[in-house]
């Protein structure tokens, strides 16, 4: 089946420091993926997107790269800072129909001062 | 300001009662979603709407109930028949017929006493 799955629960990054989150995903006829942050007690927040004719998008403070031939997805964060403490969540769409969003499990990022 | 609103932002039920979950947007989007969260896990999806007076379960739809009367609402109810209701409510809309990413409420937590 579809799945959209994470390789670390968990990421504790020094403050100032670059943050990486990867994401993998197993369907292969996704076209568009999108990162969300979570804060606690909160709805998540978009963060970017991109669609699989691209590899790379950049945002403010904010990049994600998309590795096609190996299914993988990564955030990346610059000169992390206490405010991204939160759960980040991938998650991955078929753009070509009205096809629902798959969320992968989310990964705990967490900053150490 | 555009958004979408959820509320009750707490709610407690007792056993055996129904409840319902508010749910309104005003970005003027077709698709409409529940999903549920629990601590520590990723987001579960209940039931969506992709046009008004028209609704799909979700994975997770046993004892739930939705309604979709109006483009702006789409309110859930958490029946008794739910038998572990306790959890992390979220409400999400997206534009372009589903064909993008989504925008999240800020969430409702049932809790049953």
């Known amino acids: 089946g579809e799945s959209v799955g994470l390789h670390l629960p968990t990421l504790s990054v020094q403050e100032g420091d670059n943050s990486i989150i990867n994401c993998a995903y197993s369907n292969s006829a996704s076209d568009y993926f999108i990162w969300y942050k979570q804060e606690s007690g909160k709805g998540p927040q978009f963060i970017i997107d991109i669609r699989s004719n691209m590899d790379k998008r950049q945002g403010q403070r904010v990049t994600v790269l998309l590795n096609k031939t190996v299914k993988h997805l990564s955030l990346q964060i610059a000169a992390t800072q206490p405010g991204d403490s939160a759960v980040y969540f991938c998650a991955e769409k078929r753009r070509s129909s009205a096809s629902k969003i798959i969320f992968g499990s989310g990964t705990r990022l967490s900053i150490r001062p | 300001d555009g958004g979408i609103t959820q509320s009750p932002k707490y709610l407690f039920r007792k056993e055996g009662q129904n409840v319902t979950l508010s749910c309104e947007q005003n970005?003027?989007?077709?698709?409409m979603y529940w999903y549920r969260q629990d601590p520590g896990q990723g987001l579960r999806l209940i039931y969506y709407s992709q046009i008004v007076n028209d609704f799909q379960k979700g994975d997770i739809a046993e004892g739930y109930s939705v309604s979709r009367e109006k483009k702006e609402s789409f309110p859930l109810t958490v029946t008794s028949a739910q038998k572990n209701p306790t959890a992390f409510y979220l409400c999400?809309?997206?534009?372009?017929?589903?064909?993008?990413?989504?925008?999240f409420g800020s969430g409702t937590r049932l809790t049953v006493v």
């Open positions: 999400a809309s997206s534009g372009d017929r589903g064909l993008d990413g989504y925008t």
């Open positions: 970005l003027n989007h077709d698709a």
